[in-house]
């Protein structure tokens, strides 16, 4: 399973650091929505699902936390810890959030509105969407 983390260029003089996101040049796809999610409460994980088409970046601009990326053949777990770092998920692949620092801010930029039919929550059927597209792929 092939991680794609980005280290988005700062801009940084005296006064501090910019990062600048531009779609289709910093973030692989057009952004639709951008989302965030603060105050996650000690020992709580996030996610538990899969998109059936949602491309996503995840940007941890404060504090700290975990991803775990699940292919339905590999697990992989990346850390988010710094604000110019993003994390590439794409849509078929399970992830789960955890390990928040209590002042984490975690951003995500998403290609598309939120539409619940886009979620894979169940993880069987994950696992049989993910077979199915590799069947497709090789016929
Ligand atoms: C993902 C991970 C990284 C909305 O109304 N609009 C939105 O754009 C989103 C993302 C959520 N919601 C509502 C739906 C739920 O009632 O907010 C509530 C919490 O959403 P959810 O339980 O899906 O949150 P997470 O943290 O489990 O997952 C989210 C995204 O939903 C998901 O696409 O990949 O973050």
Known sequence: MQVVKYAFQQHGDERG????LEEYRDIPFQIRR???MYATKEGVRRGF???KSLEQILICIH???KILLDSGTEKKIVSLEKPYEGLYIASDMWREMFDFSP?????????D?????????NYEEFLAFVKEKEAKTWR
Not at 17 to 20: D, G, M, T
Not at 113 to 121: F, G, L, V, W
């Open 103 to 111: 002042d984490a801010v975690l951003l995500v930029l998403a290609s």
């Open 34 to 36: 951008v989302y965030y």
């Open 63 to 65: 504090g700290t936390c």
């Open 17 to 20: 650091q910019l990062v600048a």
């Open 49 to 51: 699902h899969a998109h």
């Open 113 to 121: 509105y939120y539409e619940e039919e886009d979620y894979i929550r």
